[in-house]
């Protein structure tokens, strides 16, 4: 496959739909969606040609897109926003494909299944996208319950990957990551809006979560699962030695895993490089997971793509992984996860049926 930076395939770009409410509710437990500056709004609800002239600019060829996940999002919601999505990208299959926005938090398990199965197999989107967090409600809790079977099992069914995503903070949570918020006329906001996004997310995204999975056998039950994981992934590496020194045979042998965990890291997870912001943590991330679990990944409208192109660049001229390998991370991993195909033709790539 040819290096030119037009393969990139960008797979955490995000989403929000015109049919979520901005500003017309105060309500503590709502999404702090007024934290959100105007220019990154604007970009956020578009799928149009302002997108594709942005991923022209940074080398993008196509963006993996999924909605942000805001926490308590009923049934009916995911799926006016995944027919909404869908009726947008359908004429751009060569710009966008993708991730199905789940509902999350207990009980929700077989509704999730049921959304995946249906975008996945009405419309071809190439995944979904859970909501997690710090409390019960939002899933992080209890995604090893046996109402998530389903879910899973759809997943494996169908070959897509599901990832785990901090849910947007509420206005009572961004107003607990921020000691100055209160002190801060409304419309200062928009100007720590994406720090305080950013805090919450790596607050809220522990890996306790991961642990519980596979402490409950999930990765026994479903062997081909795939999960991409963002922020609660890159605090995984720097706990490896920890984690694999856990000594399972402590644990009732009719609940101890079969596998390791290191086994299930190497092969079940999936790692976007959303939030790898410099060559050192690129670095540290490639030596603590094989380099066909990472996902290129330009965190768009939070980030500039061509910022993260431009680190692209500088690990390839780096050194510190042979060609085959970038080009794996740039968009070969994703061609294969997502069952797309952008290849070396120069041609900009398209979602294709795996099943």
Not at 44 to 65: E, F, H, N, Y
Not at 124 to 139: K, N
Not at 164 to 182: E, G
Request: hydrophobic residues 40%; contains cysteine.
């Amino acid at each position: 496959m040819a290096t030119s930076p037009t393969q990139f395939i960008a797979t955490e770009e995000s989403y929000l739909s015109p049919l979520i409410p901005l500003g017309t509710s105060t309500h503590p437990t709502d999404a702090a969606l007024h934290l959100i500056s105007t220019p990154i709004l604007s970009k956020l609800k578009t799928l149009g040609p302002s997108r594709a002239r942005d991923m022209r600019s940074a080398g993008i060829s196509l963006q993996i897109i999924s909605h942000i996940p805001i926490e308590n999002a009923s049934p009916q919601t995911c799926q006016k926003i995944n027919d909404a999505m869908h009726a947008q990208i359908v004429t751009s299959p060569d710009r966008f494909a993708a991730l199905a926005m789940l509902p999350c938090g207990e009980g929700m398990g077989r509704e999730a299944a049921k959304e995946l199965g249906r975008c996945v197999g009405k419309y071809r989107f190439v995944g979904g996208v859970l909501g997690v967090g710090a409390g019960e409600r939002s899933g992080a809790g209890g995604l090893e319950a046996s109402e998530w079977e389903e879910l899973w099992g759809v997943a494996e069914r169908y070959r897509v990957p599901v990832a785990l995503r901090a849910v947007f903070p509420s206005r009572n949570q961004a107003s607990l990551h921020s000691d100055f918020a209160n002190e801060l006329p409304p419309l200062c906001y928009t100007l720590v809006g994406p720090l305080l996004t950013n805090f919450h997310a790596h607050h809220s995204t522990s890996p306790f979560p991961i642990l519980r999975l596979y402490l409950a056998g999930v990765f026994d039950r479903h062997p081909n699962l795939h999960l991409i994981l963002s922020q609660s992934g890159h605090s995984i590496p720097s706990l490896l030695p920890r984690i694999l020194a856990f000594d399972s045979t402590s644990l009732p042998p009719n609940t101890r895993p079969v596998r390791s965990f290191l086994d299930v890291w190497q092969h079940n997870f999936y790692i976007s490089t959303a939030d790898v912001l410099d060559l050192q943590s690129m670095r540290l991330l490639l030596e603590q997971i094989p380099m066909d679990r990472v996902l290129f990944a330009g965190g768009y409208p939070w980030a500039e793509g061509a910022a993260a192109a431009a680190l692209m660049k500088e690990v390839r001229e780096s050194g510190i992984v042979s060609r085959e390998e970038w080009e794996r991370i740039a968009w070969g991993n994703a061609e294969w996860l997502f069952g797309l195909r952008v290849g070396g033709t120069g041609k900009e790539g398209k979602a294709v049926a795996r099943w």
